[in-house]
């Protein structure tokens, strides 16, 4: 994948406002990190998982979200991340 869940949690802080939140099958957040080569970053709902995955999004029948729903998904990935200690206190805070 040549990316780390540390590049991975960075891109998403960095590109907060820019990139797509999507859903999975089992309701699940994930945000592209590096969408060329189908790499997400995702965050379980109804579990504590956090993390890379290679998700082809015609496979894997990934919906993207609508925008208020997006803003919600992307303040509970970062609540999420932050509980995980995946994000410095120094980082931004949305």
Do not use: C
Not at 35 to 44: A, N, S
Not at 60 to 74: C, F, G, N
Request: aromatic share 8%; hydrophobic share 40%; charged share 30%.
């Amino acid at each position: 994948m040549n990316i780390t869940i540390e590049e991975a949690v960075e891109f998403f802080i960095e590109n907060w406002d820019l990139i797509p939140v999507l859903t999975t099958i089992k309701g699940d957040y994930a945000v592209p990190v590096k969408p060329k080569r189908d790499v997400y970053l995702v965050v379980e709902k109804n579990a504590p998982g956090i993390f890379l995955a290679r998700l082809a999004p015609d496979l894997m029948r990934l919906k993207p979200l609508d925008e208020p729903d997006s803003d919600e998904a992307r303040q509970y990935i970062y609540q999420r991340l932050k509980e995980a200690n995946l994000i410095k206190e120094n980082g931004l805070n949305h």
